[in-house]
């Protein structure tokens, strides 16, 4: 048996094409390099996660914030309310989110496979990650139980604790998983400190860290060619 537990954000769906349209929507400039953009608010985003998962703040809240930041470090117009706006703009363009034909089709092979179990652990609240599952049409594939939010657990990426609860969800032990996600310090070196398999996503093109997932891909291309070599183990 193997488990196969997927990331979501950047993961299972791009976020980052809309993160920067709806910033640029709101400011009504380019925002010029959209990796530092990006680069810039993801690192803001580490800074709250265990205020937004205990709930202290929403995740509008913390948006805002990460954008209002993110404007000032890249130099961008802005006035203090136009990270709430940006934060609503990309809530309104994720409504209309979808996971590609190709990620549908790797998806349908694992159900398939009476060998595989597909799960997921992703970060954030558990009302704004729950509606992403169903807003993605992520039931097909996942049951609810095989879906864990770090804001229910009550531990955050990468506590090797959240890693051991999927563990006991699923029935399989740590070699026979295989965490796929985007962020290095949080999905893939939780799952190397667990004893898991991993697969990182490294899209943005980081520098290659020295303790190394079994599998690195820079491209949805990759991605995909690399979930097809992981059903056939
Ligand atoms: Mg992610």
Known sequence: ???????????????????????????????????????????????????????????REI???RYNETFRLMGLPYDDGDGVLAADAYLELQSHMFISEDMKKALDAFA???ETVLA????????????????????????????????????PKPDVRLFRLMEERLGLSPDELWMIGDNYDKDITGAINSGWHSLWINRRGLPSPEIKPDIEVLTDEELIKALKGLLDL
């Open 1 to 59: 048996m193997k488990g196969i537990v997927f990331d979501i954000d950047d993961t299972l769906y791009c976020r980052q094409d809309m993160l920067v349209q709806a910033a640029e929507k709101v400011l009504g400039v380019k925002v010029g390099d959209w990796r530092e953009f990006i680069r810039i608010f993801y690192e803001k985003s580490d800074i709250n996660m265990a205020a937004l998962e205990s709930g202290e703040i929403t995740t």
């Open 63 to 65: 948006n805002g914030w």
């Open 112 to 114: 398939a496979d009476k």
């Open 120 to 155: 997921i652990l992703t970060a954030g609240e558990s009302k704004h990650q729950r509606n992403k599952v169903t807003m993605l049409g992520l039931n097909k594939w996942f049951s609810d139980e095989n879906v864990i939010v770090t804001g229910e657990a009550g531990f």
